[in-house]
């Protein structure tokens, strides 16, 4: 932790956040930490992105930021070249060369409690939370309060459809929106979510017996046979706009324990841009 006075350095941040999110806790694939960057460089303004692309570079560098801390790995899998001319190498250049350090927590921050899925939870004012999927007993992660999503309660029932309008409303806005499967009047009380790609969680959110279940990513097979099967109803949003909620925790965490200052990301970085609904007859709704 840094003192009173003095600047934090990008060490600082690293062994802050490692403390929080510890790498230990990321899935085995995972590949999380300090990306790249001078551990004794400061670290007084950090940019929190969940993407990092060349537009959420150019924001931190326009904002004078001196790190950059994201929740997806910019290299995930091994690469044998980071040169300009590739994609990725573009983006490590311009980083090192304006002296910007990238730090990734991913699904070591997913796993944490607090972690990506409170935040996400935290937007539909549900109580009583637990996990949906537990880390598996005695690795790393596992942990009281700890695992990937979250169950609680919402403040009061509503339709299946009132509760998509209702995400739609409360999550950060995306072309793509929120959709629901399942039947629109169903009546949803008890709400499981999990930010990112939850696909693999429907067994889980099944088991818990919840009314709904909201993560991205979703696919017809395992949507169409988990409701077959008798499953919760299920909401789709867009992947971005299940994980941005957890940047201004992650920054309030930041200022908290460093006293930097930080940036917060709000450049849409899902990649859909557009979403045409088709017109229908009963439609009430003005259309644009
Ligand atoms: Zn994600």
């Keep these: ?166 995400a739609a409303a409360v999550l950060p806005a995306t072309a793509w929106g929120v959709r629901a499967a399942g039947d629109p009047g169903r009546m949803v009380r008890t709400l499981a979510v999990s930010g990112g790609s939850g696909d693999s969680f429907l067994a889980e959110a099944t088991a818990a017996g919840v009314d709904a279940f909201l993560t991205a990513d979703l696919r017809h097979h395992p949507a169409g046979e988990h409701l077959a099967a008798g499953g919760p109803a299920l909401l789709d949003a867009a992947h971005w706009a299940t994980e941005r909620p957890w940047l201004d925790d992650l920054a309030a965490h930041l200022r908290d324990e460093l006293g930097v200052e930080t940036v917060v990301s709000d450049l849409d970085t899902d990649p859909w841009t557009v979403h045409a609904a088709a017109p229908r007859p009963d439609d009430k709704e003005p259309r644009p």
């Design 1 to 166: 932790m840094s003192t009173t006075g003095s600047s934090p350095t990008v060490a600082d941040v690293v062994a802050a956040l490692d403390r929080r999110y510890p790498p230990a806790w990321a899935e085995e694939w995972d590949r999380v930490g300090l990306v790249l960057g001078e551990p004794t460089n400061p670290a007084r303004r950090i940019a929190c992105v969940v993407d990092v692309v060349p537009e959420t570079v150019d924001e931190a560098l326009a904002a004078g930021a001196e790190m950059i801390v994201a929740h997806h790995p910019l290299l995930l899998r091994g690469v044998s070249s980071v040169a300009a001319t590739t994609y990725k190498g573009r983006i490590v250049h311009r980083l090192i060369k304006s002296d910007v350090a990238l730090y990734v927590a991913h699904t070591n921050a997913d796993v944490a409690d607090p972690g990506v899925s409170d935040a996400l939870a935290a937007r539909f004012g549900l109580t009583g939370l637990r996990p949906l999927h537990r880390p598996r007993p005695g690795s790393p992660a596992d942990g009281p309060g700890r695992g990937i999503g979250r169950i609680g309660e919402l403040p009061a029932p509503m339709t299946l459809a009132e509760l998509a309008r209702h």
